[in-house]
């Protein structure tokens, strides 16, 4: 499964990501505030 994701860096995008990502679907994602999209990357979310 793919999937791209926008407004990813919180709420309920970023919990998308994370459910995709427990899924192992390939993620791409998209947000305005790029600090925020790092932390996720950290997280060990795959980007």
Do not use: C, K, N, W
């Not at 860096?9 to 998209?30: F, T």
């Amino acid at each position: 499964m793919r999937v791209f994701l926008t407004g990813a860096s919180s709420g309920i995008g970023e919990s998308l990501a994370r459910y995709y990502a427990s899924a192992d679907a390939s993620i791409g994602l998209a947000a305005r505030r790029a600090d925020f999209l790092e932390t996720l990357a950290q997280s060990r979310v795959p980007v």
